[in-house]
């Protein structure tokens, strides 16, 4: 069964850090462009960060950029988001996607909410 599965989210101070996983099961993750997003209660969903597959060039949200690092582990089939120095604004579900012309998947998302 093709899918993808996120793990990681939580509830951390400001200031903290979390790194959210995805694992990707049922294809071969390095083939995808691998993207995560994000939606706040009340908000559109939004691009968070993406890695390309070919290049593996990156991309990040101004809002994030410094903060938040996208990476994958070919071997693991998983691709990752490491995101540090947490502020309340970056509370949200957080969603993986894996897309090329093979075809477009997407996590159940995981909750990252930042409060003291």
């Known amino acids: 069964q093709v899918q993808l599965v996120e793990s990681g989210g939580g509830l951390v101070q400001p200031g903290g850090s979390l790194r959210l996983s995805c694992a990707a099961h049922?294809?071969?993750?390095?083939?995808?462009?691998i993207g995560w997003f994000r939606q706040a209660p009340g908000k559109e969903r939004e691009g968070v960060s993406c890695?390309?597959?070919?290049?593996?060039?990156?991309y990040y949200v101004d809002s994030v950029k410094g903060r938040f690092t996208i990476s994958r582990d070919n071997a693991k089939n998983t691709v990752y988001l490491q995101m540090n120095s947490l502020k309340a604004e970056d509370t949200a579900v957080y969603y993986c996607?894996?897309?090329?012309?093979?075809?477009?998947?997407w996590g159940q998302g995981t909750q990252v909410a930042v409060s003291s």
């Open positions: 996607n894996a897309r090329s012309f093979q075809g477009d998947y």
């Open positions: 049922g294809f071969t993750l390095e083939h995808y462009t």
């Open positions: 890695m390309r597959s070919g290049d593996g060039s990156t």
